[in-house]
């Protein structure tokens, strides 16, 4: 779960991680409200999960109390990149002397947490480390050892801070470390990290990735988790318990086992299609799951013919069709589906099926094949 | 021969007493596969259809020998079970949850590499299958049969896929081993592929990749260096959008990394054939079989 970044800075002032004084907003009153009590001039900021909002209008220096009402009537209602602004955090204005980077990463292929920093701060990362690798010191750290004041001064002489905040920027790392592991984050990243001319060190901007698998361990966290920004159709088939992806295509898709569903998207992209989602129904195989599934699928109006790819393990084929006739009954679609029953009872899957003469269903027997079917019948 | 799990397997499920964790342990035993414990806390001198329960690990080891470790408990109770096996002394630990956090793998993970003691295959994953011999898991086992093509993968369902098209064409497998879809897999592509190497009876590797990590891209070189068997690959995932989780917790494209392209070519450059579809895969091993 990615979180806006006034609710990153909520959790590191929890932690100790110096970050400006501020308080967020839904609407222009509370938001000029909040400017009043912080003082101008404040940053109005706009509070969506996209990098470079700042050149796009989202981030702006208020003086007064006219300019902050300005602002935020602006501001709010925005669209980023395809995000609608719903909320605004609003922050007494830093001024800067040097902008760094730092980032605690969960490093899979290390399998040991990254901590980075850089004086190329305020810049797109990636493409530092793409053309200046050398710019950003980085440093394992044992997760059975944890972080220690010795890697914090390492990584703040290596990347060449300046000498007289290398302590503060230390303290600064280990701190963020710590809201790595005790939130539980899979990402924890400052940029920019600024010292002002006062010599102080603060995080300018916060962005957290935390685990949803540790959620139950947080419910403070989970309770930040914005549904209204998510894809409607992924929220419904949350709320079902299934896993579903939203894409751009035209061809609804359902298989059993993240790797088969994945393979099953490629399939069709591979045959001419366009796969609509992801959605791997697990080993539920019961009427209700897939009526579930089917619901969430056709939601999409834009789907314009179904695949289900059902490769039987422990799921049974038959059990499948039983719940596919199950939820024709209940839901009456209106494009075609093509089913393909394989593995465990897939003959008596598919023989079911026959029998019960579902409108616009066709049956196959291999994913080449039923890739190529619901290809054309979506064409 | 076979690698990992076979008639020497002598196996302890941890969560027996639960409803899955019954279900697949005795399809396991059903297969031919040594069950000789359970480990349910609380419920030690119970028994499971005739399988003895323990309450700790540490009995199942000491009254019943038990080498091998299944465990099927929620993922929260998941991390600890791990540890108490190993704790305990034993050598293989199967991990079938799904949804174990991920700093608790990272614990997990670490603790084993420093100890050294034990091998962790998972968290989330279908389990090993040496067909003939033993099956720890839940692999639908009746697929498949004895044979020389060994598969490892990151994903339960799409292995069963390319292994019965090979079975229908008349292969069968030295061993089947899942190695899970999280971030942190306690044993990786190049493991399961070493043994794979050094095992007799594998003449043809089949590895099952999919987006997320560079486990791929290691596999690859390691292949180039070490490797002299054939391996075919696969990798799932090319119409996946970045910043999505497909399905498994590792299955995802972070910015630029982790693209089911990169994993093609990387495995390309070091001459692995890459099957686009699974039915290209098992024509891949047919024909290489075949020679």
């Known amino acids: 779960m990615d979180l806006l970044e006034y609710q990153g800075k909520q959790l590191f002032a929890r932690h100790g991680v110096p970050v400006p004084a501020g308080k967020p907003a839904s609407t222009v009153q509370e938001a000029v409200a909040a400017a009043d009590e912080i003082g101008y001039p404040c940053a109005v900021k706009a509070q969506v999960q996209i990098g470079g909002r700042g050149k796009l209008g989202g981030i702006k220096i208020a003086q007064n109390r006219a300019e902050a009402e300005q602002y935020a009537d602006a501001i709010l209602g925005m669209d980023i990149r395809g995000l609608t602004v719903h909320e605004l955090w609003i922050e007494g204005a830093s001024e800067i002397a040097s902008e760094y980077y730092a980032s605690v990463v969960f490093d899979r292929s290390a399998k040991a947490p990254l901590v980075m920093l850089s004086t190329k701060g305020g810049m797109d990362i990636e493409q530092v480390a793409d053309e200046d690798p050398d710019a950003i010191a980085t440093l394992h750290v044992d997760p059975l050892l944890g972080f220690q004041d010795f890697h914090g001064r390492r990584l703040a002489f290596e990347s060449g801070v300046d000498a007289d905040v290398v302590r503060p920027v230390g303290a600064m790392l280990a701190k963020l470390y710590e809201v790595f592991t005790a939130e539980e984050a899979t990402l924890v990243e400052v940029n920019p990290l600024i010292v002002t001319p006062d010599r102080d060190v603060r995080a300018l901007d916060a962005k957290v990735t935390l685990d949803d698998n540790a959620l139950y361990r947080h419910p403070d966290n989970a309770a930040l988790r914005d549904l209204s920004a998510e894809d409607p159709q992924e929220v419904m088939a949350k709320e079902r318990g299934l896993t579903y992806v939203k894409l751009d295509g035209n061809i609804g898709i359902l298989a059993n086992g993240a790797g088969l569903s994945m393979s099953t998207l490629d399939v069709v992209a591979e045959a001419g299609g366009a796969p609509a989602n992801f959605l791997d129904a697990g080993g539920g195989s019961r009427a209700d799951a897939i009526t579930a599934a089917v619901e969430v699928i056709l939601s999409d109006t834009k789907v314009k013919a179904v695949l289900f790819n059902i490769f039987g393990g422990i799921t049974r084929c038959d059990e499948v069709a039983r719940g596919l006739i199950e939820a024709f009954a209940q839901i009456e679609p209106t494009v075609p589906f093509v089913v393909r029953l394989d593995g465990t009872n897939g003959e008596e899957g598919r023989a079911l099926l026959a029998e019960a003469k579902l409108p616009n269903v066709y049956a196959e027997s291999t994913m080449d094949g039923a890739a190529a079917k619901v290809v054309e019948l979506a064409s | 021969m076979s690698i990992l799990v076979d008639t020497n397997t002598r196996l302890c499920t941890s ?4 409803r899955e964790g019954t279900f697949h342990t005795l399809r396991n035993r059903d297969y ?4 000789v414990a359970g480990v349910t806390p609380g419920k030690g001198g119970q028994d499971v259809d005739g399988i003895p329960v323990f309450n700790t690990f540490h009995d199942a080891v000491d009254k019943q020998g ?3 470790a299944m465990i099927f408990v929620p993922p929260r109770f998941a991390a ?3 540890l108490e096996a190993e704790d305990a002394g034993i050598e293989l630990i199967i991990c079938i949850t799904e949804g174990i956090p991920a700093h608790d793998e990272l614990r997990v993970y670490n603790t084993l590499k420093k100890n ?7 968290p989330n994953c279908p389990g090993i299958l040496s067909p003939g011999k033993a099956s720890v898991g839940i692999i639908p086992a009746s697929f498949f049969n004895a044979g020389n093509v060994g598969v490892v993968s990151r994903s339960g369902t799409l292995t069963y896929q390319i292994g019965y098209v090979l079975a229908q064409s008349g292969f069968g497998n030295s061993s089947i081993v899942g190695i899970g879809g999280d971030p942190v897999p306690g044993t990786d592509f190049i493991d399961v592929i070493g043994m794979f190497q050094d095992d007799p009876e594998t003449e043809l590797i089949v590895m099952c990749g999919e987006i997320g990590g560079d486990a791929e891209e290691r596999a690859a070189d390691f292949i180039e260096e070490s490797v002299t068997k054939p391996v075919i690959g696969y990798i799932a995932g ?10 498994h917790a590792g ?3 972070s910015g630029s990394h982790g693209t089911a392209v990169a994993k093609e070519q990387a495995l390309t450059a070091k001459g692995v054939t890459v099957g686009r579809t699974p039915t290209q895969v098992a024509e891949a091993a047919v024909a290489t ?3």
């Not at chain 2, 969560?15 to 639960?18: E, K």
Request: glycine share 18%.
């Open chain 2, 289 to 291: 079989l075949r020679g």
């Open chain 2, 238 to 247: 090319f119409t996946a959008p970045p910043g999505k989780t497909m399905g």
């Open chain 2, 251 to 253: 299955a995802i494209v």
């Open chain 2, 32 to 35: 031919g596969t040594q069950v």
């Open chain 2, 66 to 68: 038990a080498n091998t």
């Open chain 2, 116 to 122: 050294r003691r034990a091998r962790l295959i998972g």
């Open chain 2, 80 to 82: 600890d079970s791990i």
């Open chain 2, 15 to 18: 969560g027996i007493t639960g």
